[in-house]
């Protein structure tokens, strides 16, 4: 490439890689990716596919195929914390390659290579690799369309059509049509912006569009199945606002409409009070530690298209730009929103911050290049100090692995910083900055964050002391989605009529129940047991008490498994 040492790329490529296993090792995260993960366990017992069903009730939220991809790994190897996160990773590795691929095409190998780099050591990559949900398939899934697509515009090679649609219809049943719209925009840009409007009538689109209607069949048809032909079903919608029963309810519609475009139209049932600049505060930590080049970036490649417009010169490759800005317009606008929602778009974001990097280290004046320096120099300070509160103030007592891992690659990035190769201060320093930051993340801070969220010790324990699954209920509580995954099994709620059928026959069970509502046990039983108490901490919703040792103590509430008898 002509931009780093062997030496350089071997360690960015095996740190970073080494870092995301180290995820599988981290437990699964309350609420949205236990959910996942429970439900896909239950479609490995169960077998049924296209009509989607958890905890025994009709699921209409998410496409399937993250469940589809999940419960083959679990039927092979059981459930455990890398079976739900394998499929995540793997696509993760597509999108690196895809958007090195993308950047090559539009620009040149150097930005393609550099593009790649800044994605694949974004805080937000680290993030959905071990936190698993939807956007990590998704986001490989969109980019790998995206470059097929502009692989085929180039070089008109139907193979490269059929592999770009592909790609979207994996998308779309990874999250709906937003897999689609994305590449509309960011083509529709590209088209405008050369002015290849003849390429919007392209009758090759067709051979996509049916590419699309045939992979997308299956979801199409349970969905029919399960839902459009039985108006009568009651379905239950969980909001922040609370649960909402309807009946005639169309799953078509929902995916290919209600569940996307819903939440800009009011359609949705899910919204909530966030700002229309809430995506821009998710930029700045998700994108680290490129954040503030990538605003950088994207504010200056704006301004250049707006005076290209007007002056009539030759304007930039659209694209990327378009395929950004304009469904962040979008999210922004939605009545709901959560930081996951703009992952999709990090590749994107990639490809025009690693330009402009480029084009700053080698074209721009010296003091272009000394504001890079100093903006980056303050973000990998910035880390520094968070890792260092980590491992000397929340948590300490880490493990030797952890700080030689933590001191060596920052070590080397601090020594990138003042090296005399720009590329080296900009781009290796902060890569290994935070992939040095995340190794203390996915090591010390996260195992040591679910010792607070106890699901997988229960499961241990009631394995463990041979309690009878089928005699085990969820009462109110926290985190019973991670136990049924861990336990293997699917457990009845103590509200529902199967406690008192087995409580009845049997005269004992045991209940799993948080300390607000114990008093729940005490008005239904003879006789109880606290069998085990485990520490408890809603540990997505960290606050300043809780990392705090002095006040964590204050901050933990009580889960109980609590045995009853008459």
Not at 21 to 47: C, H, K, N, P, W
Not at 392 to 408: E, N, Q, R, S, T
């Amino acid at each position: 490439m002509g931009l780093f040492k062997r030496w350089a790329f071997n360690l960015l490529f095996f740190s970073a890689v080494a870092v995301y296993m180290a995820g599988f090792a981290v437990d699964i995260m309350e609420i949205d990716a236990a959910q996942y993960a429970s439900l896909s366990r239950e479609m490995a017992e169960t077998g049924d596919y296209l009509q989607i069903h958890h905890r025994g009730k009709e699921y209409l939220d998410k496409p399937p195929l993250l469940f589809w991809v999940t419960s083959f790994w679990i039927e092979l190897f059981g459930p455990n914390n890398w079976t739900y996160k394998i499929s995540s990773f793997l696509f993760s590795i597509i999108g690196v390659v895809s958007t090195y691929k993308l950047g090559h095409l539009l620009y040149n190998k150097r930005i393609g290579f550099v593009a790649a780099i800044m994605l694949a050591s974004s805080q937000a990559y680290f993030l959905f690799n071990h936190d698993v949900r939807t956007d990590t398939i998704l986001t490989g899934a969109v980019i790998f369309g995206v470059w097929q697509i502009m692989a085929y515009v180039f070089y008109r090679e139907r193979w490269h059509l059929i592999g770009g649609f592909i790609g979207i219809a994996l998308g779309m049943m990874a999250k709906g049509p937003i897999a689609l719209m994305i590449p509309m925009l960011a083509f529709g840009s590209y088209f405008i912006g050369r002015k290849r409007y003849k390429d919007f009538l392209r009758k090759d689109w067709l051979l996509g569009i049916g590419i699309l209607a045939i992979m997308l069949a299956p979801m199409t048809y349970g969905l029919y199945r399960q839902f459009d032909a039985h108006p009568e079903k009651e379905i239950t919608f969980l909001s922040d606002a609370g649960n909402t029963v309807k009946t005639d309810v169309s799953g078509v519609k929902f995916f290919y409409w209600t569940q996307s475009f819903g939440r800009i139209t009011g359609e949705n049932v899910w919204k909530d009070g966030s700002p229309p600049t809430f995506f821009i505060d998710t930029f700045l930590w998700a994108f680290l530690p490129w954040s503030l080049l990538g605003i950088w970036a994207i504010l200056w490649r704006s301004g250049n298209t707006i005076i290209d417009i007007f002056k009539g010169r030759k304007k930039q490759e659209w694209l990327t730009l378009g395929g950004f800005i304009l469904p962040f317009i979008a999210f922004s606008t939605s009545s709901y929103k959560l930081p996951h929602y703009i992952f999709v778009l990090f590749p994107f974001a990639s490809i025009i911050t690693a330009e402009f990097v480029l084009r700053v280290l080698f074209e721009k004046p010296k003091w272009w290049r000394y504001i890079m320096l100093g903006l980056q120099s303050l973000i990998i300070i910035s880390l520094v100090f968070v890792c260092l509160y980590i491992l000397i103030v929340a948590f300490p007592d880490a493990p030797i692995l952890v700080w030689l891992g933590f001191l060596g690659l920052m070590g080397v990035a601090v020594i990138c910083l003042f090296s005399k190769s720009s590329i080296n201060q900009i781009v290796l320093s902060s890569a290994l900055a935070i992939i040095a930051g995340n190794w203390v993340m996915n090591m010390h801070f996260y195992p040591e964050l679910f010792e607070y969220q106890p699901s997988k010790k229960v499961a241990q324990y009631i394995e463990e002391n041979h309690i009878p699954k089928k005699q085990v209920f969820i009462g109110p509580s926290f985190g019973f989605y991670s136990l049924e995954y861990y336990a293997d099994h699917t457990f009845y709620d103590a509200f529902g009529p199967e406690f008192k059928t087995v409580f009845g026959n049997k005269n004992e069970a045991w209940i799993y129940v948080n300390e607000q509502n114990f008093h729940w046990i005490e008005a239904r039983a003879d006789f109880y047991q606290i069998v085990a108490s485990f520490p408890s901490f809603h540990i997505s919703m960290i606050n300043r008490e809780f990392l705090d040792p002095k006040t964590r103590e204050s901050q933990l509430k009580q889960q109980y498994l609590v045995k009853i008898w008459r």
